[in-house]
């Protein structure tokens, strides 16, 4: 073997092992998997600290995580799959209670499950005399004839549930 041959067997070798890192990290956690009545399917990994329950399977999911911090805050994540007949993405965003009462602070998008969706962020909002709740990340996407919202609404600030948000969302996904 000459040394062009064990070059590239040394990249190939590396290669394979930050495939298999990248895979562990993105595999890691718990799976969560809940199929509706016509066999369509959520799935997606989520962290320590957290646990789910469905309230409808494959169209209502709810998962919670206490604070780790000493404060009473606890943060909610919840899935909704709804079947379009009709509805817009533009219907079921204006129609979200967190962006009617609460107010839009950034607004992106990204891919969920291979197709772009809106993210959104908002402070939630008590009212005048109470102020901010707390922050809430909307998800919206369309996907085979469903709209996928993901809400996580937490008592304090997004930004220490990155690392969660990021874990979830970037396992999702929906199967027929």
């Known amino acids: 073997m000459n040394l062009d041959n064990r070059f590239l067997v040394i990249i190939i070798v590396v290669f394979i092992i930050l495939l298999a890192v990248v895979f562990s990290v993105m595999a890691s956690g718990t799976h969560y998997s809940s199929k509706n009545n016509d066999g369509k399917e959520i799935s997606f990994n989520y962290p320590n600290g957290w646990s789910f329950s469905e309230r409808t399977p494959g169209e209502l999911i709810q998962g919670e995580k206490n604070s780790t911090d000493n404060s009473t805050n606890r943060s909610v ?100």
């Open 77 to 176: 994540v919840t899935i909704n799959k709804i079947s379009l007949n009709g509805t817009s993405l533009d219907q079921i965003k204006n129609n979200n209670i967190y962006v009617k009462t609460g107010r839009i602070f950034n607004e992106t998008n990204r891919t969920m499950d291979g197709v772009q969706a809106s993210v959104i962020d908002i402070e939630e909002m008590a009212g005048p005399e109470r102020g901010k709740l707390g922050e809430v990340k909307l998800i919206l996407f369309s996907k085979d004839n469903y709209i996928i919202t993901i809400s996580f609404v937490t008592g304090g600030s997004l930004e220490n549930l990155k690392g969660d948000i990021d874990h979830i969302l970037n396992s999702f996904q929906t199967q027929n």
